[in-house]
């Protein structure tokens, strides 16, 4: 059974930071990419960054030099360190992994940014 289980968000300010973390189980994850994905409120999903197999990372123009995305495939976990917060990043961000042609999505974790 695939879980993705989101941690880490919550309250900061403007400016400030926050660590999200998403540990997996029920995949090869070392051989998967992970994506992080944000929805706002009446917003559509929206992908944040994403991680190849290999550590190569790749970042919406949105997020690009704040947002920083690592794994650490010992742990099957995934990374998503975010600096320079502002109130546009208030969102649900969601942790997801395409397993074997079929997309599975964490629970979600709200991150609200306080100007």
């Known amino acids: 059974q695939v879980r993705l289980v989101e941690r880490g968000g919550g309250l900061a300010q403007a400016g400030g930071s926050l660590r999200l973390s998403c540990a997996t189980s029920?995949?090869?994850?070392?051989?998967?990419?992970m994506n992080w994905y944000r929805q706002a409120p009446g917003k559509e999903r929206e992908l944040a960054a994403r991680?190849?197999?290999?550590?190569?990372?790749e970042y919406a123009d949105f997020v690009k030099g704040r947002f920083a995305i690592s794994r650490d495939n010992a742990w099957s976990t995934v990374y998503l360190q975010m600096n320079s917060l502002s109130s546009e990043d208030s969102a649900v961000y969601y942790c997801?992994?395409?397993?074997?042609?079929?997309?599975?999505w964490g629970r979600g974790i709200q991150v609200t940014v306080s100007s």
């Open positions: 997801h992994v395409r397993h074997r042609g079929s997309p599975f």
């Open positions: 029920g995949i090869n994850f070392k051989i998967y990419t």
């Open positions: 991680i190849f197999s290999n550590g190569t990372a």
